[in-house]
Structures are given as C-alpha cells and as structure tokens.
C-alpha cells in the first residue's frame, strides 16, 4: 500500500512524529479499507517511511520505521530486543514485573507488552498492529521461550479502530487466578484475566516509592486504592494510619490480601468501598497525606473540558482535607490533558480551597515507561507533589 500527504504535511513525518492524520492524506494506492503495511510519499513521490494503516482511525498511519527495511519478523526481533535491553540496564534483574513494550516510545506504536512473573500480558490497540499479531507473538515467544503470552486488547481504542475485543493465551499456559510478583521486596497478587489494564499498574512504581519516604509517622488518605499497592508502600514506611477508598468490591478484596500477604496489619476502617469523589467530598477528618490517582477521566479528546472540571474537584477536596505543611500526590493518566493543562487545573483547585500550596516536585513514568521525544503525546503520567503551607 502507498499513502500520499497533502502538500505541506510532510513535516511532522520527516521530524519522527509517527502519526499522520486522515486529513493530511491526499489519496491512498491500494485497498483504504483494509489494515497493511503502508510507504508514506510526500505530494511530489518522494518516500519518506513505512508504517501501519488502519482505516478506521482518526490517526490513519502510524509510522513503525523510517529507514527502508522490511517489516518482518527480524523487524520485530530487533525491536523488541532493544526494548528488552533498555530495561537490563535501568532495572534490577531481581524484578518481575516490568513493562517491556510501551507503545511510541519504544517505536512500536500500538503495542503494549507487560511482564508479570512467568507471563506477558500483550495489548494490541490499532488495527495495524493487530494484522501483524502474529509475527509480533512469535518474535516474542522466540526470544522468551520460557514465558507464556496472553492476551487484553480491550478498550475504546480498539472500538475507535473497529476492532472487536481480544482476549486469551497465545502462547504457553493459562495463567492462574492470581499471579504473585515481587516490586521493591513488596509482594503482590496480580488479576492478568481480570484486573484493570493488565492488572497492575507499573507506571507508579517510583511514585509509591516517594510516597514510602515520606509517610513516617503520617495519616494517609489513598483515593483511587484499586488493591492496594500505595497503601502498603505508605504502611511500609511507617504510616500511622492508612486510609484507602476504592469503589471495586473485587479490588477492595484483592488489597486485603496485598497487605495481609506482607504482614502489614489492618485496622477496621482501613479499606473503604466507596466512590472517592463522594468520600472525599463529605470527608472531615484531616490527613499529613492524601493520595488522588483517578482511571483515565479524558478517554477521548472530547473529553478533556468535562475531565478537567473533575479533576479540579478531586484536587479541591483533597487540598481543603491536607493539615498545615501536609502533602497531596496528584495524578493524572490521559494524554488528553496536557502537563500544563493539569498544573493550571491543581492551581485553579489550590486557589478556590484557600490554601498556599508549593509545587515540590513533577511526576511522571518509570524507566520502563519511555516516551519518545518526537512524540510528547506518549507522556500520558503526570502528577505533582505538592505540600500545604497553611
């Protein structure tokens, strides 16, 4: 399949960004309503790259190269060998759970690839990269034949592509109900069938670290709890108390038994069902510490107005709860909602609460979340840790 760009379009292309718009499409040779490995030309027939089409999608080219090579199985190969060396140099190799693919910013734009223990999770979430599933799971399996491979391609995405849910092994074993995995000599039981995501969610691993150091001592209000692992990192270090609201009755069960398998004691009270909004809107008792780490509220680009009137509601409340010099470590997961959009938000949130609020630090992913420099977008993590002067 060849694509050809409109007249003036080919800047982004020749800068690295990987997506290229239906509308900065002049006309397509070939099928336009089949996913395939398409070269990109600009107005005058000049080859520029090779990438994924997927005809549904608003972002209608997702650029995999930009040299001419082959998209094949070596292709994969070597891509997700580099994607495994990164990690052996940032990561201990003690650790099991990691995230090996991470869509753009390992250049493989629509894959997603999570390790947990002896499984990998795969996420396929374009068209184009799911017609090449099967060269990516046998590239996979092949350089980690000790490894099963299941699959989640769910989500908006996937229905934005026209493509149906995708659940199952592809390789190896089934996984059992709960798997066990070890993050910093903290263990934790993983739902891969069933969990949010692909039953964990990595990205926050350094941030539970931070809250870890500064938790001596403190009362800590952990919204969003899912099961539980900002919690113990809290009891870990030394909270006094620990408060955590989770609306899900199977992630309020699976927290339990996060905690109780470190040894970290459970008062009554502790774990709340509840919805976190409503807690935190109707909460009076004050907190040294209060976690806000919401799903996704922008799914969608449409969403990102309604989304912020949210966010600035959790913020609001969960600043108005914070005792004098407490801290508050907020969060948000879309790419709909900018880094400087969020920070306007919390500040228009610090300015309605009356509080004198310091910005102590940004947040932001792991090691093994990379994003590439030529696509911002792909820093979806940010958050901000924040104390309270008065």
């Not at 070939?30 to 070269?39: N, S």
């Not at 008062?267 to 009076?284: P, R």
Request: charged share 25%.
């Amino acid at each position: 399949m060849k694509v050809f760009l409109k007249k003036g379009r080919e800047k982004p292309v020749l800068n690295g960004h990987p997506w290229i718009f239906s509308g900065a499409i002049e006309k397509v040779d070939g099928d336009p309503e089949a996913p395939a490995i398409c070269d990109v030309f600009d107005s005058a027939g000049q080859w520029l790259a090779r990438g994924l089409y997927s005809p549904r999608s608003q972002i209608r080219v997702r650029v995999l190269t930009w040299l001419d090579e082959n998209i094949d199985r070596a292709f994969f190969t070597r891509r997700l060998s580099q994607a495994a060396a990164l990690r052996e140099k940032h990561l201990p190799f003690s650790w099991d759970a990691y995230r090996l693919v991470n869509g753009e910013g390992d250049f493989l734009p629509g894959l997603v690839v999570d390790r947990y223990g002896d499984f990998f999770v795969v996420q396929f979430f374009t068209a184009g990269m799911d017609s090449l599933k099967d060269l990516v799971v046998d590239s996979l399996a092949a350089l980690f034949p000790s490894l099963s491979i299941y699959e989640r391609s769910e989500g908006g995405v996937r229905e934005e592509e026209g493509l149906s849910p995708a659940v199952g092994v592809l390789r190896g074993e089934e996984p059992p109900e709960l798997i066990q995995i070890e993050e910093r000599e903290l263990k934790f039981l993983v739902d891969i069938r069933k969990g949010q995501k692909t039953g964990f969610f990595l990205d926050q691993r350094d941030n539970r670290l931070l809250l870890s150091s500064l938790a001596q001592d403190k009362t800590v209000l952990n919204c969003f709890a899912y099961s539980g692992a900002f919690a113990a990192y809290a009891l870990r270090g030394g909270a006094k108390h620990v408060i955590s609201v989770e609306s899900s009755r199977p992630a309020v069960e699976l927290a339990k038994q996060n905690l109780a398998l470190n040894n970290l004691s459970l008062a009554e009270g502790e774990l709340v069902k509840a919805d976190a909004f409503s807690y935190l809107k109707y909460c009076k008792s004050p907190f040294d510490i209060v976690v806000v780490d919401p799903p996704s509220l922008a799914l969608k680009r449409a969403d990102a107005e309604p989304a912020s009137g949210s966010y600035k509601f959790l913020n609001l409340h969960a600043l108005g709860l914070l005792k004098p010099t407490g801290f508050l470590l907020t969060f948000c997961c879309s790419q709909h909602v900018s880094l400087d959009l969020f920070q306007k938000i919390v500040f228009g949130a610090a300015v309605d609460a009356s509080r004198r609020v310091q910005l102590i630090k940004r947040l932001g992913h792991p090691p093994d979340h990379p994003v590439s420099l030529h696509h911002p977008e792909g820093e979806y993590l940010k958050g901000f840790l924040l104390s309270v002067l008065e």
